[in-house]
């Protein structure tokens, strides 16, 4: 089958949360497309190894250290993106946590908002700040979901609350930026295979008082492929909707599960 093109070359873009997993290999792919790309993280450290995994591609690439839920720190970080690159074109809030595994009764009002701040904040904060670029001259959002915006998920209520609001997010401003040829949409991955997803399932483990491996394979079971996704597949998806392939897709969550949620 023929390689489709969706070089980007001479656009700019903002990811957060990029230092490492998902959001390191969605600079990536954009980085190859000729894309300029400005990640932030919190920790210093993965954004120096994100810069020497990096190294090389055909965009520009810019590291920030920053805390996105924070609201002048990620004002700064699209303004020092925007006066980089002479503009801004991409906006794909990535950053998130997964915030406590146990049942709500059991959660602290802190633990609750903590997560809400960290996964709903910061794409507020960056978003907002970012739209006054993006409508001189049209653009992407692309905010990370997760099928648990979308279906349950045991012991995870500020997670899965955080994740149906970015849905509610995405939705709302595809409306309000329809007319600035602004096109805004989510994408909602499954279990994306890493670490991060190692940890949730020992959580869930631990929560449930159940053997790791028989967890593991009930998030495994749940796709009629018995497959997880990978950090590449929704890396591909964010491409596409970034690309003029889609210039007509707005207000979207499209799911990369492989398979576990249809809707």
């Known amino acids: ?7 980007l070359v001479g656009e700019s873009a903002v990811v957060t949360g990029a230092g490492r997993g998902i959001g390191r290999r969605i600079a990536e792919a954009l980085l190859d497309a000729g894309v300029d790309v400005a990640i932030n993280d ?12 990096l190294d090389g591609t055909d965009g520009d ?9 924070d609201p002048d720190a990620a004002a700064a970080f699209v303004e020092a993106a925007a006066d980089a690159f002479g503009g801004l074109d991409i906006v794909v809030n990535n950053v998130g946590i997964a915030g406590p595994t146990k049942p709500c009764e059991e959660i602290s009002h ?22 006054p670029h993006l ?59 890493g670490p991060r997803l190692d940890a949730v399932i020992e959580a869930q483990a631990a929560s449930q008082d159940r053997p790791v ?38 207000g979207q969550d499209l799911n990369v599960t492989a398979g576990i949620v249809m809707y």
């Open 213 to 250: 491996a028989e967890v593991e394979a009930e998030f495994r079971s749940a796709s009629p492929m018995d497959e997880f996704v990978t950090a590449g597949d929704v890396a591909d998806t964010v491409l596409v909707l970034c690309s003029e392939r889609t210039r007509h897709v707005t």
């Open 61 to 69: 690439l810019l590291t920030h250290e920053a805390d996105a839920s």
């Open 110 to 131: 802190e633990e609750f908002m903590s997560t809400l701040s960290v996964n709903l904040g910061s794409l507020f904060n960056t978003t907002s700040a970012a739209i």
């Open 135 to 193: 409508k001189r001259g049209g653009g992407r959002v692309v905010n990370v979901s997760s099928m648990s915006g979308k279906r349950p998920l045991e012991d995870r209520t500020p997670y899965t609350t955080s994740k149906m609001g970015v849905i509610g997010f995405t939705r709302t401003l595809a409306v309000e930026l329809a007319d600035h040829d602004v096109n805004v949409n989510a994408i909602c991955p499954g279990s994306v295979e």
């Open 42 to 53: 919190i920790d210093a450290d993965a954004l120096d190894e994100a810069a020497d995994a």
């Open 1 to 7: 089958m023929p390689a489709t093109d969706l070089s």
